[in-house]
């Protein structure tokens, strides 16, 4: 098996797929010739021809309009938003039309589509860079939301995408776009939607988290020799795998959650609202949480100061520990 990282994984995944079914197209900004601002469709368009891998106009709207009007007709369109905060023009697309058309057509028509897009921070861009906004589409009925932490998953959980049968958000996180490499089958292989997975097993804490944040958590464990922490990564966040997060919350008897999206109506208090329903008995302590803070990601001087880190997660650990009394 070749070592690949997270560019490399879904490239081959797009590869692939476009390979075994000719109704898949690529439309994107840059993503022809180029392969994309991130190089992740690079060679594409050579293999399959600029019928299949189309430049778009700097237009998001026009993007995702066109993808939803191509997946109802019959083709399996794989969008790409070249940054998070582009995002927001196609908004219209997304919520009032993409996740709907199943439910307002009664099953006449689905949107069996993929929309990839580059999340978070930790690369030192510019505004509308950097963001995070996973909360919106989570809270949409109709979208899926998918993020890999690492090149195995991402191409296991792109290839689950494109064959799923409604449309599906895939976030790549671009602060380990580049930042792992890790054994990657070069056959077929899928990653199932909707389960999480849990990294490394634990008794005395578990830590919650997905994207880019988990080897952030994994490094910062290593640190922690007198604790044992459970780490689970969510790998989807719409629908959400509640039943692993439950059954560490209940084994561990305390939590803490990472997540680099601004706290107030981040994704951490859904999760947190799901375990004072189903375990709150089990707490031995409140749950914390290891955030963004309620600002706009700041620039290059300052990001480090916004994202997590090592000593805030062991911090948030402690804590979790001294209110159990342990």
């Not at 191409?155 to 380990?176: C, H, N, Q």
Request: net charge positive; charged share 25%; aromatic share 6%.
């Amino acid at each position: 098996m070749a070592k690949l990282n997270l560019v490399e994984a879904i490239n081959l995944a797009l590869k692939q797929e476009m390979k075994k079914d000719g109704k898949i197209v690529l439309i994107g900004e840059d993503i022809g010739e180029d392969g994309g601002v991130f190089r992740v469709t690079e060679g594409l368009a050579k293999l399959y021809g600029n019928e299949r891998v189309m430049d778009s106009p700097l237009a998001e709207s026009g993007i995702l309009g066109t993808s939803i009007g191509m997946a109802a007709t019959g083709l399996k369109p794989i969008s790409e938003v070249q940054f998070e905060g582009f995002l927001m023009p196609a908004f219209d697309q997304l919520i009032s039309h993409a996740s709907r058309i199943r439910n307002r057509s009664r099953g006449r028509f689905t949107a069996p589509m993929v929309l990839r897009c580059p999340i978070g921070g930790g690369i030192k861009a510019l505004e509308h860079h950097s963001d995070s906004p996973e909360a919106y589409l989570i809270h949409t009925p109709g979208l899926k939301v998918v993020i890999p932490s690492n090149p195995y998953n991402a191409k296991g959980l792109m290839i689950s995408a494109i064959r799923d049968p409604d449309p599906v958000i895939f976030f790549e996180p671009k602060k380990i776009y580049r930042a792992i490499k890790m054994e990657v089958p070069e056959k077929e292989y899928t990653v199932p939607i909707g389960k999480a997975h849990v990294v490394k097993k634990g008794d005395d804490v578990t830590i919650i988290t997905y994207g880019a944040w988990v080897k952030t958590v994994r490094e910062a464990v290593e640190k922690m020799s007198d604790v044992s922490v459970e780490i689970v990564d969510l790998r989807t966040l719409s629908p959400l795998d509640t039943t692993t997060i439950i059954n560490s919350v209940k084994k561990t008897g305390k939590c803490v959650i990472v997540n680099e999206a601004q706290r107030t109506g981040g994704f951490a208090a859904e999760i947190i609202a799901r375990i004072n329903e189903k375990a709150f008995f089990n707490l031995e302590a409140p749950v914390e949480r290891v955030t963004g803070y309620d600002i706009v990601v700041p620039l290059r001087k300052f990001e480090n100061l916004y994202l997590p880190t090592h000593q805030k997660i062991i911090n948030a650990v402690d804590k979790v520990m001294k209110n159990s009394g342990k």
